[in-house]
């Protein structure tokens, strides 16, 4: 078990099964490396990040590798209300609030409940308290992540919270970039991907849902058939950042449902990811400029693709969309399963 002395620090731990090597950090529960083999076996790292926790702490990082909540994704203008209050939160990205504000889950330091480094089933067990106002938001809610090396080259995350005493908006999202053919390798634009969507929430100028629902058959954002990110990406503007309604049925797996198959060409790597929940943003780095990463590499618009797994962007202020709010006393549960191969 872990040393709970060292909690306050910020600092990475390591998983490796001897297949896969993972390291996350306490800050943010935050996936800072992942190496998974290509077809040859050859390991490299496939996600976005930094070599030390330093940068992350200072700032510079677009939410690489880390759990973003209270509320993930943009909730419009900041304000909602619930049970007849009206609540205001943080305007961190004008103007909207995005990612549960100014200090949101991504840059808190979570305690550390457990961790086994190696052999079967690696895991570690991250826990934070969020205070009531936090925020803005209402009520005090008790957090878990729980990250396991499941198999040779699968991982699955476990996100759980509890409001203690009053309802609240919760929807947890794991915010990392991947790229498959390695994190220096350059752009996403060459992957291919699949997406078990046969919708998506429409944006305003703002990138905050309308409340729309529209079928992307016929449209850049169809990718219920398997197609190169970059096939379409010129008519979407800066690039794909929306929201897909997890509607496709096909076969489970963990009680989980199929989100998006991932593939990197030159090396064969792919990434399956299965989920609960009920949307997942596809987002293409487009805000990516010149942030110097791991070993000096220089990631670019493009440089990474996220596939957040959450509740639908502004749910809280969207009568037709899944609610977001868990009462208080119940848990809120959000699991995602990485399934890499080659």
Known sequence: MADQSKNNTPEIFELNNGSMHVKISNYGATITSLYVPDKNGKLADVVLGFDSVDPYVKGLAPYFGCIVGRVANRIKEGKFSLNGVDYTLPINKPPNSLHGGNKGFDKKIWSVAGHKKDGEKPFIIFKYHSADGEEGYPGAVAVTATYTLTSATTMRLDMEAVPENKDTPISLAQHTYWNLAGHDSGNILDHRIQIWGSHVTPVDQFTVPTGEILRVKGT??????????????????????????????????????????????????????????????FYTGNYVNGVVGKGNAVYGKHAGVCLETQGFPNAINELNFPSVVVKAGEKYIHTMLFEFSA
């Open 220 to 281: 850049p954002f169809d990718f219920t058939e398997e197609k190169r990110i970059g096939e379409s990406i010129g008519e979407v503007g800066l690039g794909y950042d929306h929201n897909y309604v997890l509607d496709c049925p096909d076969q489970e797996k963990e009680g989980l449902k199929h989100a998006a198959k991932l593939r990197d060409g030159a090396s064969s790597r792919v990434l399956d990811l299965w989920t609960n929940a009920p949307g997942m943003q």
